[in-house]
């Protein structure tokens, strides 16, 4: 009975750092690279390795420094009060530790890729735990500080194999870039109130849920339309990419378009849904559809 005990006691503690460091997303988040890395032609198992394992480290040590800074304010809103450090699930000097060791270790795996993926990794770190973090509290304009640490996965992927920043890799951050504005309005819509009682305002709009941001949604969908067509319209991919990312992006205009017509909370949970399914898919089908000597020629020359 008492090695039961024990057995709960360690899962409910291993759940805590899961939860700590929002192991999903973070998985979530280095498939980005993963594409980027695969749609310029790496190949090298190694170095795969060495980018999913570091980016997931290193993007779990932002998510969990986030909620050290935020412990205060996450008792505050229904949908982060059950984390583990308002819980007393763990420690703040837990917490800590765990940010530290998983940066370092992430960083030093990512420097065994290249300089460039290492720096990356770490500015994506600083930017989003030490400018995003305190900024949310202060101004809406932190949803366009984010989204810059927020972009970098993909680049950072394209950067692990080419070694240099050039008009791929930056290509690869801009279509992300401008996702992450409708993508983050449309959970900042979903869970205003939470994000109120926090102090957080991060609408477009000062009036918050209504017409001024559901305008400024659908435009950023809108512009993501002809963005998303670049690799095809660079020549880098075919004209299946043209094809699905058109219709994607027609699809996820549509469910900004509904926002704008209803102000309603389930359209702008249907966009945050379609958002998340976008992204990825269109990645892919970047990989997938590649025109490899179109590529290898850019990156030659």
């Not at 997303?25 to 980005?32: D, E, P, Q, T």
């Not at 969990?64 to 982060?80: F, H, P, S, V, Y």
């Not at 837990?94 to 940066?103: D, P, R």
């Amino acid at each position: 009975m008492p090695t039961q005990n024990k057995k709960i006691t360690i899962g409910a503690k291993l759940k805590a750092y899961l939860v700590f460091t929002k192991f999903r997303l973070s998985a979530l988040v280095i498939i980005s690279a993963l594409t980027g890395y695969l749609f310029v032609g790496g190949k090298d198992g190694y170095i795969i390795t060495y980018l999913m394992v570091g980016g997931l480290l290193v993007t779990a040590a932002s998510n969990g420094a986030n909620q050290i800074w935020e412990r205060n304010l996450d008792k505050l809103m229904k949908r982060t009060a059950d984390r583990p450090i308002p819980q007393n699930k763990m420690t703040v000097n837990e917490g800590i530790a765990i940010v530290v060791i998983f940066l370092i270790a992430g960083i030093s795996l990512l420097w065994l890729i290249n300089m460039y993926s290492a720096l990356l990794g770490l500015l994506a770190f600083i930017s989003y735990v030490f400018l995003y973090t305190p900024m949310k509290r202060v101004s809406s304009w932190a949803v366009l500080v984010g989204a810059f640490p927020g972009a970098i996965p993909p680049m950072l992927g394209a950067i692990a194999h080419t070694n240099e920043f050039g008009l791929i890799p930056g290509v690869l951050f801009f279509v992300q870039f401008t996702w992450q504005f409708p993508h983050f309005w449309a959970i900042a819509w979903v869970a205003f109130e939470d994000y109120k009682a926090a102090g957080f305002s991060l609408l477009p709009s000062s009036a918050g849920k209504g017409k001024a941001s559901a305008f400024q949604i659908m435009t950023y969908s809108l512009a993501l339309i002809p963005f998303s067509l670049l690799p095809w319209i660079l020549g880098w991919t075919g004209t299946a990419s043209l094809i699905i990312a058109a219709g994607l992006g027609a699809g996820f205009f549509f469910y900004a378009f509904r926002l704008y017509h209803s102000c309603e909370d389930l359209d702008a949970k249907k966009l945050m849904f379609a958002s998340f399914i976008y992204l990825p898919i269109i990645q892919f089908v970047y990989v997938f559809d590649r025109i490899e000597p179109a590529i290898e020629k850019y990156l030659i020359n």
